[in-house]
Structures are given as structure tokens and as C-alpha cells.
């Protein structure tokens, strides 16, 4: 079956760096698009970052724009989300996710079909 394990999350200073990484198991996962999504205390759950299946394409939300990065190593099973200048704000449970019905990047909850369990990622100011 499809899994989805997310690692890398912590406490961290604003103005650091994490990386999140998401080991994904059980499909082809060099054929379809990815994406991160998080979800803060109190909010829905919102798009940081996509990326399709060749990691040619990505796209970000415009609140992370210039700060997070998303890569994928298709070798490996295992998709990123790199987060530099990290502020209080960015504070969430942080999810990745696998669009097993296509290849091109996608911003929208509705168009992933599996989920991680999420990590916890705390900024302090």
C-alpha cells in the first residue's frame, strides 16, 4: 500500500534553516507529481509547494516564495522541502502528499490522493 513518512521537523530560531523529507513507498514514485502542504493551530490546512514528476516544474505558495525550496530524488523514493528564513508564521504541522493520477505540478488538496501523517515544525521568534 501507498505510504507516505515525513522526517525533519523540530523547533527552530526564526531566521534558520530545516529540511523536511517525505519517504514515499508503495507506488511508482517517479511518475507523479508531489507536494507539501501544512497546517497551523486553529487553520485549514494550506499549499506550500508542488513538484511534477521530473522535478522540472514546481510551484510555491507566495508566503514561502524565495524561502523553501522543493526537490525530489526520484533514485531515492524521496521528495524535500528545504525552508530557509524560517519565521514564527511558518509554524504548522507540515504534510506531504502524492498525486497518483498525474505528472504536471497541482496546487489543490483535492488533486492528492495520499497523505503523510505530517511533521511538527515549531519557529520560535
Known amino acids: 500500500q501507498v505510504q507516505l513518512v515525513e522526517s525533519g521537523g523540530g523547533l527552530v530560531q526564526a531566521g534558520g534553516s530545516l529540511r523536511l523529507s517525505c519517504a514515499a513507498s508503495?507506488?511508482?514514485?517517479?511518475?507523479?507529481?508531489m507536494g507539501w502542504f501544512r497546517q497551523a493551530p486553529g487553520k485549514e490546512r494550506e499549499f506550500v509547494a508542488t513538484i511534477s514528476w521530473s522535478g522540472g516544474g514546481t510551484d510555491y505558495a507566495d508566503s514561502v516564495k524565495g524561502r523553501f525550496t522543493i526537490s525530489r530524488d526520484n533514485a531515492k523514493n524521496t521528495v524535500y522541502l528545504q525552508m530557509n528564513s524560517l519565521k514564527p508564521e511558518d509554524t504548522a504541522d507540515y504534510y506531504c502528499?502524492?498525486?497518483?493520477?498525474?505528472?504536471?505540478?497541482?496546487?489543490?488538496?483535492?488533486?492528492?490522493?495520499?497523505w503523510g501523517q505530517g511533521t511538527q515544525v515549531t519557529v520560535s521568534s
Open positions: 502528499a502524492a498525486d497518483t493520477t498525474g505528472r504536471s505540478i497541482k496546487r489543490r488538496e483535492d488533486d492528492y490522493e495520499y
Open positions: 508503495g507506488f511508482t514514485f517517479s511518475s507523479y507529481a
